[in-house]
C-alpha cells in the first residue's frame, strides 16, 4: 500500500487506522495519578534550586508532573550521599544484596500494571512493549541473585612456585556507579545497569532522561522498599550538558546508553580521568532473510524486530536484506502484517504499536521519509503521521528502493521505518549488512539453523539472532549484550555485566622461600635453579 503522505484523516476500512478502544484506558482521558503519590516521587531528585521542568504525555499532550532540577552542587551531594551508603553496602555479604535483588524482583512482578501504566504515559509505547520492561528488569534481578555470589567469590589462582606460593583474586567494587539512561526503555534502561552494580557492592548516582524521570523514580521506591539502604542509589535531574558532566566528572565507573556522538564525549571524559564505562550507543540494524527461509515465520518476526516500541529500540531493525528467491513472496506477506498492525496511544492492551515519544522523534523519522521521497523510494505502507491517534503517533513504513544518497540508508532513524532489500548473493548480502561503523544487532532467518548460525558469525554486532528479531538475546540475561565499532564498549549481561563494576585484586602469599637467592645460593646459582624449575614446568605442562 501507497499511503498519501500527509494526509492525516482515516479511511474507512484501512487496517492501519482503527485501533480497539479500551473505554477504561481512553487515550484521550488525563491522567490520573495521584499528585501525593507524583510528589513522593519526585521528592527522590536531589536538588535545591528550586526549579523544575514539566514533562508532558505523548499520549495526549496532557501534565504529567514538575521534576526538580539540579546543580552541579547538587550532584556532588549526592555522590557524597551515595558514597556514605556505599561503605556499609560493601561491607554487607553477596547473600544478603542478592536477597534484596530477590524481593525487588517480586515487587515488580507484583506492582508490574503500575508500572506499565507509567511507563506508557511517559513514553507512550503499546502496552505490550512496556510489559517486556518490568519482565525484562525481574529477570535481570533474579539472575544476578542468583549467580552474583559465585560470580563475586575469591578465587585460586596459580602461584608462581607450586605449593609455595598461594594466591587469591579478590572482586573489589568500583564505589559509586554513574548511570545515564534513555527515554525509550525507561524502566529497564534506569534499573538493569544498576543492578548489578549494586550487586557488585557498589552505590549509584542515576541521571534518567528527563521525559520519563517518574517510571525511573517508581524503580528507586521499589528497590528501597525491598530492602535497599536510603541514599545507596541517589537520583538527579537536569540538562545532560551540565548533570550528565558533573557525573562523569565524580564517577568511579560510567554506564551509558544513548546516541554515538554523546557516548564519545563520555568516554572522552572517562578517559581523561582514568576510569572505565560501557556505553551501549547507537545502530543500523540488519536482517537477512535467506533463500530456505519459513517465509510466513519470517515476516511475523521481521515485524516486531522494525515496529516493537514504534521503532526506538537500540537493537530495533531499520534494514531488511532478503533473498531474490523468496523476496516477492516475503515482501507481500510483509506488508499486509504491517498494514494489519492496530496503532494509538494509551494505557490499554490490544494495540500493535504505540506513538513516538516526542515532537524531536517524530520530526526526525518524518523528515527521514521526507527526504526518500523526494528522492524517488517507493512507500510500500505507511509514510504518514497520525495525529488522530494521538500527538506524535506514526505509521509503520515500510520503503523500498532506498539509496546511499538517501538519509535513512544509513543514518538511525529510531522510529517505525524500515528500508528492505533484494540480494542475489549471500556473501553480498552479508557484506553490506556489515557496511558502516555501527554493530549493536542483527538477526537472520532461515529454515537450516546451522547455516543462519554460520552466516550470525559473519555479521560484525555484538548480538545477532537466528529466527528471531532480538528478543532472544534480549531476554538472555546470561549472555553479554553490547555493541562492536560505534555502538559501543563494554557489554551488559552475563557475568561481564557485573565483573565491569569491579576491580581485580591480586593477594599472593609466599611460604618458606622469597622470590630471590636464599639458602646460600648467589645470584648466578639462583638463576640457574630458577631456569631449570621453568624448564621442568615446562615438560610438566604447568600453566
Not at 359 to 382: C, F, N, P, W, Y
Not at 469 to 493: D, E, H, K, V
Request: with cysteine; charged share 20%.
Amino acid at each position: 500500500m501507497t499511503a498519501p503522505h500527509g494526509d492525516s484523516h482515516p479511511r474507512p476500512g484501512d487496517p492501519l487506522l482503527d485501533g480497539p478502544h479500551d473505554p477504561e484506558h481512553d487515550p484521550r482521558a488525563a491522567y490520573v495519578l495521584e499528585p501525593s503519590h507524583v510528589a513522593r516521587l519526585t521528592s527522590r531528585v536531589v536538588s535545591t534550586t528550586g526549579r523544575t521542568a514539566e514533562v508532558r504525555s505523548p499520549v495526549n499532550d496532557a501534565p504529567l508532573a514538575h521534576v526538580p532540577q539540579s546543580s552541579e552542587a547538587d550532584v556532588a551531594e549526592a555522590f557524597a550521599r551515595a558514597r556514605v551508603a556505599q561503605a556499609a553496602w560493601a561491607r554487607t555479604t553477596a547473600q544478603h544484596r542478592a536477597a534484596v535483588l530477590l524481593r525487588f524482583h517480586d515487587l515488580v512482578l507484583e506492582r508490574a500494571d503500575e508500572i506499565m501504566d507509567l511507563i506508557c504515559w511517559e513514553s507512550g509505547k503499546a502496552r505490550i512493549h512496556a510489559y517486556d520492561e518490568p519482565a525484562h528488569v525481574a529477570l535481570t534481578a533474579r539472575y544476578y541473585a542468583r549467580t552474583g555470589a559465585a560470580t563475586l567469590a575469591r578465587r585460586r589462582a596459580p602461584g608462581v612456585v607450586p605449593g609455595l606460593t598461594k594466591v587469591e583474586v579478590n572482586r573489589v567494587p568500583k564505589g559509586v556507579v554513574g548511570v545515564i539512561s534513555p527515554w525509550n526503555y525507561p524502566f529497564t534502561m534506569a534499573m538493569c545497569d544498576g543492578l548489578p552494580a549494586l550487586m557488585a557492592g557498589n552505590a549509584v548516582v542515576a541521571k534518567p532522561d528527563a521525559q520519563t524521570m517518574l517510571t525511573a523514580l517508581l524503580g528507586v521506591d521499589l528497590l528501597e522498599e525491598a530492602g535497599a539502604p536510603p541514599g545507596l542509589w541517589q537520583v538527579v535531574a537536569g540538562p545532560g550538558a551540565e548533570v550528565g558532566g558533573a557525573i562523569v566528572e565524580r564517577a568511579d565507573y560510567v554506564c551509558f546508553t544513548g546516541s554515538t556522538a554523546t557516548g564519545r564525549r563520555i568516554a572522552a571524559g572517562c578517559a581523561e580521568r582514568l576510569i572505565g564505562c560501557s556505553l551501549e550507543l547507537g545502530g543500523k540494524n540488519p536482517l537477512i532473510v535467506l533463500r530456505d527461509a519459513d517465509v510466513e515465520r519470517a515476516a511475523e518476526g521481521a515485524v516486531r524486530a522494525c515496529f516493537s516500541n514504534a521503532g526506538q529500540l537500540c537493537v530495533s531493525t531499520e534494514r531488511l536484506f532478503v533473498a531474490d528467491q523468496v523476496y516477492d513472496h516475503f515482501v507481500e506477506r510483509f506488508v499486509a502484517r504491517t498494514q494489519a498492525l492496530s496503532l494509538g496511544a494509551g494505557t490499554g492492551w490490544g494495540v500493535d504499536m504505540g506513538s513516538l515519544t516526542s515532537a524531536d522523534q517524530l520530526s526526525k523519522v518524518a523528515a527521514h521519509v521526507e527526504d526518500a521521497m523526494a528522492r524517488g523510494v517507493t512507500i510500500l505502507t505507511g509514510g504518514r503521521h497520525r495525529p488522530d491517534l494521538g500527538p506524535y503517533v506514526f505509521e509503520p513504513t515500510v520503503l523500498e528502493g532506498v539509496t546511499p544518497d538517501m538519509a535513512c540508508f544509513a543514518e538511525e532513524t529510531f522510529g517505525p521505518v524500515v528500508a528492505i532489500h533484494r540480494f542475489t548473493d549471500e556473501a553480498d548480502a552479508i557484506a553490506r549488512a556489515n557496511q558502516g561503523e555501527e554493530g549493536l544487532n542483527a538477526a537472520v532467518f532461515g529454515r537450516d539453523t546451522a547455516h543462519a548460525r554460520e552466516v550470525a558469525r559473519q555479521v560484525r554486532c555484538g548480538t545477532v539472532n537466528v529466527n528471531e528479531g532480538f528478543g532472544a538475546t534480549f531476554a538472555s540475561i546470561a549472555a553479554p549484550m553490547g555493541g562492536m565499532g560505534t555502538s559501543g564498549l563494554g557489554r551488559r549481561q552475563g557475568a561481564e555485566g557485573l565483573l565491569r563494576f569491579t576491580e581485580a585484586q591480586s593477594v599472593a602469599t609466599q611460604r618458606v622461600m622469597p622470590i630471590a637467592p636464599a639458602f646460600g645460593l648467589d645470584d648466578r646459582r639462583y638463576a640457574q635453579v630458577m631456569t631449570g624449575a621453568l624448564k621442568v614446568m615446562r615438560k610438566l605442562g604447568r600453566a
